[in-house]
Every structure is written in C-alpha cells, then in structure tokens.
C-alpha cells in the first residue's frame, strides 16, 4: 500500500514569487509519481509525471518536480507564478508494476494543496 | 476529441434515496476508473473497469454501491440507499491502453453529490 502527504493545505504567493508544493510518499514498492492540478469548476489534469529516467521532470507552462528516492518527495516548483496558476495541486502516485501491470490508474493522492496567487 | 463526461454536475438527494451517477469516457478508451473526494479529505480509488469487466474494486466502500459498465462503453455508479457520508465529488477518468504506462489518464469535471 502507498500513502502520500502533501504538508501544505494551502499555500498563498504573490505574482512572480517562487512557489514550492511539497509531497513525500510511502509505498514499500516502487511507484510512478504524478501532480494533477485541478482549476476552478474543472476536472483534474495532469500536470507532469516521473516514470523512469531524469529525475526532474518539466510541465509545458513551468512547472517542474525532482524525484528523490532518498528522501521519498517529488516537490513541485516554479520559480515565478502568475495569477492563472491559482488551482488545486494533487500528488499522486501509483504502483509501478510495469508494462502489462494494471496498477498505472490506480492513484493514490494526496490531500491537495489550494495554491493562491495574489496580484 | 471529445473528453471525459459526467451526469449530473450536482445532485441533491435525501437520506435513503438512490441516485445514479454516468461518465460516458473517452471513446475508444478501454479503462474506466471512478474516485471519490469526500469534503476535506483525499480523493480516492473506488474501482475501475478494464472494458466491461471490473478489474479491481476494491475501493468500493460498501454494498450500497454499485457499478456497472454494459458493452465497454458508458458506466454508471448507483448509490442506494444513500447515507450522509456518501457526499461528496465523484470523478470519473478514462485512459486507453491498460499495458502502456505512458498512457494517461483523462478526467472528467466530476459530479458533486449532497446527501441531506
């Protein structure tokens, strides 16, 4: 079994600041890692994913998260955020069992974190 | 494409009623999968549907719930009778290929249930 934590239920920053999400997780197996960001009246979408390889994966609007196996964390960063970042952050992570595994939907989440980006 | 869909956007019931909820996925999309968020808490894995057959439901909270995805395409989630904790936003998400893992999955706006 996983479980994740995401240690900020909410986090408010200025426009242009840096912003840093943090989540840790637990599984006693290997696990994909995923943030999803959730904007006002929408559904979840994801944002970027670690599946294998480079440790720090990039978002096409900035974002970007490192894996690190040592402290068990995969925290979103983004070193100036604007107003239309305003969302509901989601870490998520599933077992990673591999082509043909089934598990890859299976989510485990965390908490959310309600990102508030002020003018 | 056309995404992930779901009816009702809101649904008002009271204690002991039954209410139905439908995600039509992605067409083409073979795996179903439905989760819940209950106010203030974790979204979580409820079941999920690898074409018509349940794959794993082992999120399913109890026997009060029930889901159905005939011929592979459309699912339905039944609630009855439905109880106060059973509020809260229920997602739907569909992805396409169950091997692959770069396939990603693909959400729909979710249905907020209200149990009063």
């Known amino acids: 079994a996983q479980s994740v934590t995401q240690l900020d239920s909410q986090v408010p920053v200025f426009e242009e600041a840096p912003v840093e999400l943090r989540c840790n997780y637990s599984?006693?197996?290997?696990?994909?890692l995923f943030w999803y960001v959730q904007y006002p009246n929408q559904g979840l979408q994801l944002l970027l994913k670690y599946l294998s390889g480079s440790t720090l994966v990039k978002s096409i609007n900035g974002f970007e998260a490192e894996f690190n196996k040592s402290q068990t964390s995969f925290h979103l960063r983004k070193p100036a955020v604007h107003i239309s970042d305003t969302a509901e952050y989601f870490c998520?992570?599933?077992?990673?069992?591999?082509?043909?595994?089934?598990?890859?939907?299976?989510?485990?989440f965390g908490q959310g974190t309600i990102l508030t980006v002020h003018p | 494409e056309a995404g992930v869909t779901q009816f009702p956007s809101h649904s008002v019931i009271e204690k002991g009623q039954t209410v139905t909820l439908r995600c039509d996925p992605i067409?083409?999309?073979?795996?179903l999968y439905w989760y819940r968020r209950v106010m203030g808490k974790e979204i979580k894995f409820l079941l999920h549907f690898v074409k018509e057959s349940k794959q794993d439901e082992s999120g399913m909270p109890n026997n009060r719930f029930l889901a159905e995805r005939t011929g592979g395409t459309y699912s339905t989630l039944k609630v009855q009778p439905a109880e106060l904790e059973d509020s809260g936003v229920y997602f739907c998400?569909?992805?396409?290929?169950?091997?692959?893992?770069?396939?990603?999955?693909?959400f729909g706006n979710g249905t907020r249930l209200t149990v009063t």
């Open positions: 599984s006693s197996v290997s696990v994909y």
């Open positions: 998400a569909s992805s396409q290929d169950r091997g692959r893992v770069n396939s990603p999955l693909h």
């Open positions: 067409s083409g999309h073979d795996n």
């Open positions: 998520a992570v599933s077992e990673a069992d591999g082509a043909g595994g089934t598990s890859y939907g299976k989510l485990t």
